[in-house]
């Protein structure tokens, strides 16, 4: 039981004879719940709304604060990956707000307190998508201090997710979205990931230094794109290995 914490309007609804519709109302004659796990189709979002119109007047205890933001993380969350999947499923052209708040299980207001629109949620998956993949990479170049293995093996990361990318995810959804600003700094990110590699390896001795590492990094991106089309992981590693070949000295 939470006592003398902070407080919220509520309707006359579900809260006896005592209480006239919109008086203000202590938090404390209610039981509040941490919210379960959510996952789509096991949990209703519906039964943790409540959570995104309480008011507070007072300071709130970290506890509860928590509690708030993992709630908003597994509805944002549901939100992006129920509507993902109906654009798989149906096309871009059949998904609606209304159609995503039916299937998510949260009232239209409330989905519209998240996002604005079909796209402004695609454009969070990309996002997300992408920050998870820069992540990884410079987890990857991270595991090793030697300059030929950093990159070799960021360079092979990056293929192997082109690939698998492909193969998972809409990629004329991802080309739909591509231009969009926050989309393209996060391209610029790896682009620099990329440059700084090259220009470590240069240093080296084991890059080229007839051309910037710029434009290395932009022949990197563009070369090791064509894994997406590639049948297997053997194939891909070979892809890597000429791309290696064209960096080298004298390459």
Not at 220 to 234: R, T, Y
Request: glycine share 6%; aromatic share 6%.
């Amino acid at each position: 039981m939470i006592t003398n914490a902070f407080t919220k309007r509520l309707p006359l609804s579900g809260f006896g004879s005592g209480y006239r519709e919109g008086s203000r109302i202590t938090i404390s004659s209610l039981r509040v719940q941490r919210p379960p796990q959510f996952t789509r189709h096991s949990v209703s979002v519906k039964s943790l709304c409540l959570l995104d119109d309480i008011a507070y007047t007072e300071a709130v205890p970290k506890l509860w604060t928590e509690t708030i933001a993992a709630h908003r993380r597994e509805v944002r969350d549901a939100i992006v990956d129920t509507t993902v999947e109906l654009v798989a499923e149906h096309g871009l052209l059949s998904v609606t707000m209304s159609r995503i708040a039916e299937e998510t299980g949260i009232g239209r207001a409330t989905l519209y307190k998240y996002f604005a629109d079909v796209e402004s949620i695609l454009r969070a998956w990309l996002e997300g998508h992408i920050d998870a993949h820069l992540a990884y990479l410079a987890e990857v170049r991270d595991r090793t201090t030697d300059p030929r293995e950093r990159l070799a093996g960021v360079l092979e990361a990056y293929a192997l997710h082109s690939h698998q990318s492909h193969k998972h995810r809409n990629s004329e959804l991802a080309a739909l979205l591509h231009r969009h600003e926050q989309i393209v700094r996060r391209e610029h990110q790896l682009h620099g990931m990329l440059t700084e590699l090259l220009s470590e390896g240069a240093r080296s001795d084991i890059v080229r230094d007839d051309i910037s590492p710029g434009e290395l990094a932009s022949f990197c991106i563009h070369a090791l794109g064509a894994a997406k089309a590639l049948p297997s992981k053997a194939a891909i590693h070979r892809l890597v290995e000429v791309t290696l070949d064209g960096l080298r000295p004298g390459g």
